[in-house]
């Protein structure tokens, strides 16, 4: 099958159906919902063929629904490693939130644009991106050099970052990912490497043409390990 990385994103949280449940609850610490912890079982057979029989690592963010999805899904004995993986987390708000500041600051966020506006006390879609090209890096390496990491990888973690993680990869514009839409809860992506190229099983959904012209591509070259 060769290299095979699987995006899923987490299961509805407290966070997605209220968002004053920031104000008294850590992001990191929101909980699934009924509905989400459903989903992820759902999600479950199909997450599972995709993988195949093994063996997988999987890179979870740490933040508590992202490791219920996890457990959620059921993988078995198929799973060779789990790390949780902080350059996985959700962009950063800061702590916890005033809902009067979080209105303000999402109206602002959409004006200035989602990848270049620093949230006060929290991160940038910039700062995000960063952090993934990290994790990338390191990845590669380690499926290229390491003896024995499994060559399909499972990475459970959030719609925004899942998102600048393909922008990342496919190198495409900041006006193309600010025009295209977060995964679904306990959605996927695909992501195959044929040869000497990454390719994305299909497209994400986009709210509006690019500004610049620019289409997603879902094919990218492979630079070697650094």
Known sequence: MGVRIILLRHGQSLGNVDELAYCRVPDH???LTP?????????GPAVRELLG???VAVYVSPYRRTRRTLEMLDLGDRVERVVAEPRLRE????????PVQQEVLKHQRHAFGHFFFRLPNGESGADVDDRLAAFLEK????????????????????????????RRLFEWSVELFESL????????????????????DRPFDQWRASPDGEEQTWRRGVRPAP
């Open 29 to 31: 610490a929101l909980p």
């Open 35 to 43: 509905t989400g912890e459903r989903e992820a079982a759902a999600a």
């Open 91 to 98: 962009q950063d708000w800061g702590n916890l939130q005033d």
């Open 139 to 166: 990845l590669q390496w380690r499926m290229e050099q390491e003896p024995g990491h499994p060559e399909t990888v499972l990475v459970v973690s959030h719609g925004l970052t899942i998102r600048l993680l393909c």
């Open 53 to 55: 029989d093994g063996p």
């Open 181 to 200: 839409s977060n995964l679904d809860t306990c959605e996927y992506r695909v992501l195959d490497r044929q040869g000497d190229h990454w390719a994305l």
